[in-house]
């Protein structure tokens, strides 16, 4: 427990300063000059090789660093910053919300505003896992899990999550949908190109 404790331990320091390294304005040009010269490495290989490690890889660490530190801005403007956060607290805290108005309904089901917020912690981190659109199938999964985890039998978690998860999805699809006839974007078309 300790060891693993330790690896994490110095994993995140590890993550840390890989973070400060890229967010410094000074450390990233000198990683970026760095990025450029690998093609050098090569000089054994063909011109059109290094040019293809140039422009597949170099270029793409240049724009993959530039891009990750635009992400830290916000970390020069604390108020922003703080508004993130406390946004990201009531929309959190919405979601919770809405999850505890569902166990009222639910039999079966009763627990605390912190336990669901566990719950919805759980099937969020569900997820994030690949899966097929509008997560069918594994958002039930880590409801039922997740809901086990608090002593909720398998037969109401399933219901009970199947029923959030329609009232968490079908309002976004139908408001999706009527917008897209309101703004005139064509979906059938739009999935025709994406397939392309």
């Not at 973070?19 to 690998?38: D, K, Q």
């Not at 922003?80 to 108005?101: D, H, P, Q, R």
């Amino acid at each position: 427990m300790i060891s693993a404790a330790k690896g994490i331990t110095r994993l995140s320091l590890l993550l840390l300063a890989g973070i400060v390294l890229v967010a410094l304005e000074s450390s990233r040009n000198w990683m970026n000059r760095l990025f450029l010269r690998i093609p050098k490495l090569f000089f054994f290989t063909s011109q059109a090789f290094q040019e293809l490690v140039y422009q597949r890889f170099s270029l793409f660490l240049v724009r993959f660093t530039l891009t990750f530190s635009r992400g830290f801005l916000l970390l020069k403007e604390p108020w922003k910053m703080a508004e993130c956060f406390g946004l990201s607290l009531l929309i959190w805290g919405l979601n919770v919300l809405s999850y505890y108005t569902m166990t009222l309904g639910a039999p079966g089901v009763e627990l605390s505003f912190a336990e669901l917020s566990v719950v919805m912690v759980i099937v969020c981190l569900f997820i994030s896992i690949p899966s097929v659109p509008g997560f069918w199938g594994i958002w039930e999964a880590g409801g039922v899990f997740a809901l086990a985890l608090f002593g909720v039998s398998a037969k109401d978690a399933a219901g009970f999550t199947l029923a959030n998860h329609a009232v968490q999805m079908f309002p976004v699809i139908i408001v999706g949908m009527g917008s897209a006839i309101v703004t005139g974007v064509n979906v059938w078309q739009v999935s025709r190109q994406i397939d392309r």
